[in-house]
C-alpha cells in the first residue's frame, strides 16, 4: 500500500476533467446498456430463449471481475490516498471500481429477472408446448440451481478475499490476478451457450438487441478506459472486456439475422405464442378456457333435424 505522502497520491490529486468524465459516462452507459434487457424480460413476462448457463457464467465472470478490482493493489492505494486528497478526486480515483460494481449489479438483476420470469408451464425451448410434453430443454429446477451455484460463487469470493487480506495481505496481488483470469476464462466461454440457445431456435426470444448493439461498442470503449487506468500489470482486468466484445459481437450479429431475415414462419409463431400468454405460462389455461367456450357453440350448430322456428 502506498503511502498518502507520496507522488502517486499528488497524480491522484489532479486527474484532470477528461478521464474522470469519460469514465463516469461509461457508469451511466452501463446502466442504459442493461435496461433493455431487464425491460423486455418484464414486458414479456418471461426469460423464453436465454440461455440459463449464459446467465451463470455471466454472473460468476461478473462477480470474479468485481472482487478482482476489489482486492487489486491498486484499489488499496487509491483508497488510501482518498484520507489526503479531495472527496472528487478520491471518488475520480474510484470510478473504476464503481464501473465493475455497476456491470455486476446489472446482471445480477438478470439472474434474478431470469429465475423470477422463468417459463414454468411451456417448454423454455418452444413456448407452444407444455413442459409435460417435451422432455428437451432446462427446467424450473435448473433454474434454482443456477441462482443457488451463483450466490454461492459470490460468498466463498468474498470468504477467500476477508481471508488474505486479514492473514495473508502479500497474496492479494496473486488471488486478484487469478480472480481476473477466472474471469477472463469464464467470459470467454459466457457467450457460446446463448449462441447455440439463439441458433437452435431460430430466435432472440427475450434477449435483447439493443442492449447488444450498446454494449458491443461500449465494451471496446471501457476496456481502453481502465487500460488507460490501470495500465499493462491490469490486463486481467481489461482484457475480459476485449473477449465479450468479440463474442458478444458475434451474437448480435446471429441475433439480428434470425430477428430480421430469419425464417419469418417461426419468428410470427412466437410472436402469436406470446400474445396468446403462452410466454407467461397461461398458455394452457386459455387454450382450455377457449376450448370450453367452443364446446357449446358447436353443440348449437343446426342440422337436418334443427326445427325452422327454435323456441324462446
Known amino acids: 500500500m502506498k503511502d498518502p505522502s507520496t507522488p502517486y497520491c499528488d497524480e491522484l490529486a489532479s486527474p484532470g476533467w477528461f478521464q474522470p468524465v469519460l469514465s463516469s459516462l461509461i457508469i451511466v452507459g452501463i446502466l442504459i446498456s442493461y435496461l433493455p434487457q431487464h425491460i423486455r424480460i418484464i414486458s414479456r413476462r418471461s426469460s423464453f430463449g436465454i440461455s440459463p448457463y449464459f446467465v ?13 478490482i476489489l482486492v487489486f493493489p491498486k484499489t488499496a492505494a487509491d483508497v488510501a490516498c482518498c484520507q489526503e486528497i479531495s472527496g472528487l478526486a478520491c471518488f475520480a480515483g474510484l470510478l473504476g471500481v464503481l464501473q465493475m460494481g455497476m456491470q455486476w449489479l446489472c446482471f445480477f438483476s438478470i439472474l434474478l429477472l431470469f429465475v423470477i420470469f422463468f417459463p414454468r408451464a411451456t417448454s423454455p425451448t418452444d413456448p407452444t408446448h407444455s413442459v409435460s410434453s417435451t422432455s428437451n430443454g432446462p427446467t424450473y429446477r435448473t433454474a434454482l440451481a443456477i441462482t443457488g451455484i451463483c450466490l454461492l460463487h459470490a ?10 487480506a486479514i492473514r495473508q495481505p502479500s497474496a492479494l496481488h496473486a488471488w486478484a490476478n487469478f480472480l481476473g483470469i477466472v474471469s477472463a476464462i469464464l467470459a470467454s466461454i459466457q457467450y457460446f451457450p446463448q449462441i447455440y440457445t439463439t441458433y437452435r431456435l431460430r430466435c432472440v426470444g427475450s434477449l435483447s438487441i439493443p442492449m447488444m448493439c450498446i454494449q458491443t461498442p461500449g465494451s471496446l470503449v471501457w476496456a481502453a478506459s481502465l487500460a488507460a487506468r490501470e495500465g499493462a500489470k491490469g490486463w486481467s482486468i481489461w482484457g475480459v472486456l476485449l473477449v465479450t466484445a468479440s463474442l458478444q459481437g458475434t451474437l448480435l450479429v446471429m441475433a439480428i439475422y434470425f430477428e430480421y431475415f430469419g425464417p419469418d414462419s417461426k419468428r410470427k409463431a412466437v410472436h402469436r405464442a406470446d400474445q396468446d400468454g403462452y410466454l407467461n405460462g397461461a398458455g394452457a389455461e386459455r387454450s382450455d378456457r377457449h376450448a370450453s367456450a367452443q364446446e357449446p357453440i358447436h353443440a348449437e350448430r343446426p342440422s337436418e333435424e334443427t326445427p325452422l322456428l327454435q323456441s324462446q
Open 56 to 68: 451463470l457464467l455471466g454472473t460468476t465472470s461478473g462477480t470474479s471481475a468485481f472482487v478482482n
Open 155 to 164: 460468498l466463498v469470493a468474498v470468504i477467500i478475499s476477508v481471508a488474505f
